[in-house]
């Protein structure tokens, strides 16, 4: 079993619609988190980080971490065809480790 | 401010050969990481550069390795290529200390293994 699991898709969902994006980890050790978007045949943008339970929003985008349940949501609002691209989470276990641990990513296709 | 950049961009070697692939850092970060990207096993930790000390490595053989020259700029190296090493490599900078880690990406290095 993989630390952290992450479906792969592919999603498509119409424009202007909410997507919801999840990752679930197994090892109870990872302390901050982040997602990263990809698009194709570049290296992942840092969208957002989260050190904590609970949600961070930045523009239209909200990043949920519950770590009781070891489980963690990217939200997207208002989604554009811009936001096509493979979103990545990532976990990172503490201070002085720089060590990302990736899931493998969800393809996302925003239809106009 | 200048992003991460990675040399070269494409490469393809055949079996058996070495490669050396470059990362140089955004300006005053010191810290340096190094991922490999399969659409099998998506991006997995090589390992990290601190101030030239390799901090961090993940579980990759020892034809993987690297360097960290005192600019930050990092090098790594694969030795005795495998067809299994085609794959996206990408380095990471982060100021490494303190929290939080915000790693920033470069475009890659493509290699591909004939």
């Known amino acids: 079993q993989k630390e952290v699991e992450q479906d792969p898709g592919p999603l498509s969902v119409p424009e202007g619609a909410i997507v919801s994006l999840n990752c679930t980890y197994s090892?109870?050790?990872?302390?901050?988190f982040m997602w990263y978007r990809q698009y194709s045949r570049k290296g992942p943008e840092l969208l957002m980080y989260?050190?904590?339970?609970g949600n961070k929003e930045d523009g239209r985008f909200t990043a949920q971490v519950d770590k009781s349940s070891k489980y963690i949501s990217l939200f997207i609002r208002d989604s554009q065809p811009s936001d096509s691209a493979t979103y990545l989470c990532?976990?990172?276990?503490?201070?002085?480790?720089?060590?990302?641990?990736f899931g493998t990513g969800t393809r996302l296709t925003i239809i106009p | 401010k200048a992003g991460v950049t990675q040399t070269p961009r494409y490469l393809i070697k055949t079996r058996g050969q070495q490669v050396t692939l470059s990362c140089s850092p955004i300006?005053?970060?010191?810290?340096v990481s190094w991922y490999q990207q399969t659409p099998g096993q998506g991006l997995q930790f090589l390992f990290e550069?601190?101030?030239?000390?390799?901090?961090n490595k993940g579980n990759f053989p020892g034809r993987f390795s690297g360097r960290q020259f005192s600019n930050s700029r990092s090098e790594m190296n694969v030795s005795t290529l495998e067809l299994g090493d085609s794959a996206l490599y990408l380095c990471?900078?982060?100021?490494?200390?303190?929290?939080?880690?915000?790693?920033?990406f470069g475009p890659g290095t493509r290699l591909t293994v004939t």
């Open positions: 300006s005053g970060h010191r810290s």
């Open positions: 990471a900078s982060s100021v490494g200390t303190p929290f939080p880690y915000e790693q920033y």
């Open positions: 550069y601190f101030s030239e000390t390799q901090r």
């Open positions: 090892n109870s050790a990872f302390q901050y």
């Open positions: 990532a976990m990172g276990v503490n201070f002085g480790n720089e060590k990302l641990t």
């Open positions: 989260t050190y904590s339970s």
